[in-house]
């Protein structure tokens, strides 16, 4: 969600798609769509997400790493 948020906040939202997201991540596309659908998707989530303090967002970004190095394995 991060590097989305980012590309947001650096792109016109119709210049971004989601193979602009996949590769902020250094990821494939097909890897990225076992997550998401569309970037419409990936928009709202982050849009519906609450500010995070510092703390709760290197916890939310170590959850999401953890969950993806279970699904790695």
Not at 9 to 24: L, N, V
Not at 30 to 45: R, S
Not at 52 to 58: F, G, K, N, T, V
């Amino acid at each position: 969600m991060e590097a989305a948020d980012s590309l947001f906040a650096q792109m016109p939202y119709t210049e971004i798609a989601i193979t602009t997201i996949a590769d902020k991540l250094i990821w494939s596309r097909a890897n990225l769509y076992k997550y998401v659908t569309t970037k419409e998707e990936i928009f709202l989530e982050i849009s519906a997400m609450p500010a995070l303090s510092a703390d709760e967002a290197y916890k939310l970004q170590l959850n999401v790493l953890m969950f993806a190095a279970t699904k790695i394995r």
